[in-house]
């Protein structure tokens, strides 16, 4: 026998199963228990919330930050037969008041808004006067200040919602969450751990890529040129970054467009236009482009430089394959990327506690650019997703054909400098003592004195760092955060010092012989 959710999902959409999650938190709603779905990108978290609010009575409003895939949605809606609609500033007065209309009459099934419209008085006062089915909150993230993308408007929703009592139940749907955002989520919108789905973040279909001390131009030029049929997104760190690279592209007779904050509204639209239709194959852009955009067949991702955190960065990487076909996500990475972004958080206007969250993101991130484990799997353990314990086969480390070695032995010297050193110094000095560096500084602190002085004199000051960089990247040393780096141990240095777990490292790899122009 069917269940009536089965039912709807082959009667409306003409699928015979449910993907993974989607049941779990369809039965909740209908059963009128909160719920929280974390699914990944092109999981189906909408059916989520369509199939139950097509069967309770009353309109589902969602909130959605996305004014621009609004339109998309209710269309998709009316496509089968749905009476949907979307309250939103692109509207005319008089449209948005026969809306509203039309929404007291009960007439729509589903209603999409922008979190500020909770600002209306107006708005609250229909709301509270009609009949809801559910409340939901798409990219629910943004309801919380520890996400990367905080909208102060949405989690100003949340008091409001006292005010409306006719709201039965609410669901929140994400596809980038923390535990910290999760827990967020869950206290904000009242969720229990129960009613929390997370089918994980894992996406089969990507391969991600890492590459250093690459020329980045040369590297993007090869690769697009062989490409050309294929759409793709180069997501760049400044708007300056934007206009170069875009120029680099279009002189060389690529089909670009390109998108930042600092381009007219006009010129964005166009731009995303032509990508969307498949007018400009390539797409440069800084951050502000992607949110809301349903294109579901980017090929490739490429990160000129590596972003400010994991969560922009999977979400960002993220929309290449929507559509479940094989996808390249890469990120170019330079040491200058570090400081770039050390000086985006310090000159923001965050206040100090959200500085210290920034660089403590920033450090996984950077850990991450220095990881020899698989790459999709570090994505995952970032976001606490342990579900699945093989690694993914096909990012840049899985395939590395790159000799592996064991480097237990000069993990050991490495630890016991930190240990020696007080663990009150940084990769650099660190890296100074080791070398045995007649470094002015060294001498002050009367480093040269230690039994560790000078132990890796074989290496170069250059390759050390990268080791130590390395051992973070592991989590056999910690690094503090960027702003104030000193190295600590970690519980796995203590098994490596004890002789309890071995160190193995892919040597020949780019990092230990090419420059790095960093030091923190
Ligand atoms: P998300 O919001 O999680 O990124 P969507 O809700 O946009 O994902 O769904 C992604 C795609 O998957 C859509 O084209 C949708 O129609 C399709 N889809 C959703 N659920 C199912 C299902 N149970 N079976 C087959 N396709 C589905």
New binding site residues.
Partial sequence: MLTKAQQL?KEY?G?????PG?QEVIEQLLQQQNALAI?????????CYQIPGLTMNGTAVIVSPLISLMKDQVDALASLGIPATYINSSLSNEEQQHRLHMLREGRYKFLYVAPERFEQPAFIETLKNISISLLAFDEAHCISQWGHDFRPSYRSIVPTLKKIPSIPVIVA?T?TATDEVIQDIQRLLHIQDQQVTNTGFARENLSFHLLKGRDKQAFILEYVEQRKQESGIIYATTRKQVDQLYNYLRSRGFAVAKYHAGLSEQDRKQAQNAFIQEEKSIMVATNAFGMGI?K?NVRYVIHYAMPMNIESYYQEAGRAG?DGEPSDCLLLFSGQDIQLQKFLIEQSLMDEEKKVNEYKKLQAMINYCHTHSCLQTFILHYFNDFSTSEDCGRCTNCTSDLERKDMTTEAQMVLSCVKRMGERFGAGMTAKVLKGSKDKKVNSFQLNKLTTYGIMSKHTEKEITNFIHFLVAEDILSAGDQRFPTLKLTKKAAAVLKGQKQVWMQVGNIELSESTDYDT
């Fill in positions: 999902l959409y699928f015979d199963e449910f993907r989607q699914m990944p990108t092109g999981g189906g978290k909408s059916l749907l596809a349903d579901s929507r």
